[in-house]
């Protein structure tokens, strides 16, 4: 929940495209301690369908997607 | 070369070279020599051995069809026992055209695609070894995919396999995330308290939900989605679904058994499995395979 956890780091992916959505997701991760939290801001439509499960499989732990009401989401995301 | 006895013998065995997977070209006396292929998948040695052959008996290129599969062009027609025993030698058979069932087509599946649901180069093996080269009234073709992206486009062939997941949630596992809401292509799942519900009417067993929880509080079996009756050469229309998803890989074969005997029973020579279908009645090929499906 976005109330539990402290968010350390934000990055905004909607100015790119796939696949470079996920790989500026990965890169921002990459910059965080394992057990820290990044805030990935993503659009609606694809990213969003598709940015999630590609973040689990990379082993991270996905918290929470919240809808922002401006067509983009927040995905909360632990790293792991 | 080939002397003029050599050459009329040919012509006159002209079905069985066709049927041998030899296409006759425009330039005389040349033939296009069609490769085996399953699931579109060659070893590297296999390359190595279908490159040798183009160039030494061909004019070094080979074109890669639409079905997956690779022609050798420009063989010469004196040269085929030699051409067959240089690919046999390298693991290379040669493939079919003509009334049979061809080449089995499929994506990589979830044995290297990370959206799979099945294992489609499994599957498009055994589906070879059980019917490729088979005689019917028509050609007929297999296509599998590994999920309901379908790279391999199911619904063109005369039976189409898709790849899916039969899915259930569990509360237990659930931390209300949302991202399978999301993920869902189909709408078909929404929050209502603290549960999430499935609207089965809108599921389309994509597996997706499957695919992106993060605490698999999805959970899901995969199946086989079939279709019946594409076609898209000079008819063109999509395959139909006549059931939901079958679990099962024991009555996908009944299945497609009786899909067969249908075909040769109700299809006159030169009548593609479609055209037989819509004459002789979608009910009717649905109540045989529905026996095969329940039959032990
Ligand atoms: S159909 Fe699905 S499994 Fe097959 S290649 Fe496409 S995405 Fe991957
Ligand atoms: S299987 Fe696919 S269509 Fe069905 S609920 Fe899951 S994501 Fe939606
Ligand atoms: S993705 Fe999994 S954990 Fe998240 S809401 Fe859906 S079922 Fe629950």
Avoid at chain 1, 18 to 37: I, M, N, R, S, Y
Avoid at chain 2, 64 to 83: M, N
Avoid at chain 2, 203 to 225: F, L, N, Q
């Amino acid at each position: 929940m976005p109330g539990d956890c402290v968010v350390d780091q934000t990055v905004d992916i909607t100015d790119v495209v796939c696949p470079v959505t996920f790989v500026k997701a990965k890169v921002a991760l990459e910059e965080l301690d394992d057990g820290q939290v990044l805030s990935i801001r993503m659009n609606d439509g694809e990213p969003v369908r598709n940015v999630p499960r590609s973040i689990r499989d990379e082993g991270h732990e996905i918290l929470k997607l919240i809808d922002n009401g401006d067509s983009t989401f927040s995905l909360i995301v632990r790293k792991g | 070369m080939y002397r003029e006895g050599e050459f009329r013998v040919a012509e006159a065995d002209y079905k069985a070279l066709k049927s041998g997977g030899f296409m006759r070209q425009k330039q005389k006396d040349n033939f296009s020599m069609r490769l085996k292929a399953v699931g579109g998948n060659f070893t590297a040695e296999q390359l190595v051995t279908i490159a040798n052959v183009s160039e030494k008996y061909g004019d070094g290129h080979v074109h890669l069809t639409s079905r997956q599969g690779i022609e050798i062009p420009f063989i010469k027609l004196g040269d085929i026992d030699a051409v067959k025993s240089a690919l046999e030698a390298g693991g290379v058979s040669v493939g079919v055209c003509g009334p049979r069932v061809r080449t089995v087509t499929a994506c990589q599946g979830n044995a290297i695609c990370p959206s799979g649901c099945i294992d489609t180069s499994t599957l498009a093996r055994e589906i070879s070894e059980r019917y490729f080269g088979r005689e019917l009234p028509h050609k007929f073709k297999f296509g599998v995919t590994g999920c309901q992206n379908n790279c391999l486009k199911a619904e063109e062939n005369d039976i189409g396999v898709k790849g899916g997941y039969r899915v259930r949630w569990e509360k237990e596992a659930c931390i209300l995330c949302g991202v399978c809401i999301k993920a869902c292509r189909t709408k078909a799942l929404s929050l209502s308290g603290d549960r999430i519900d499935l609207d089965g009417t809108k599921c389309s067993d994509c597996g997706r939900c499957v695919k992106s929880c993060p605490t698999e509080a999805w959970k899901g079996e995969s199946g086989y989605i079939l279709s019946f009756g594409g076609t898209f050469g000079n008819l063109i229309a999509k395959g139909n679904e006549l059931f939901p998803i079958i679990e099962d890989k024991e009555a996908l074969f009944r299945i497609t058994d009786a899909a067969l005997d249908f075909f040769s029973e109700h299809a006159r020579p030169g009548e593609r499995f479609r055209v037989a279908i819509d004459r002789d009645g979608w009910d009717t090929l649905k109540t045989s395979l529905e026996r095969a499906l329940h039959a032990r």
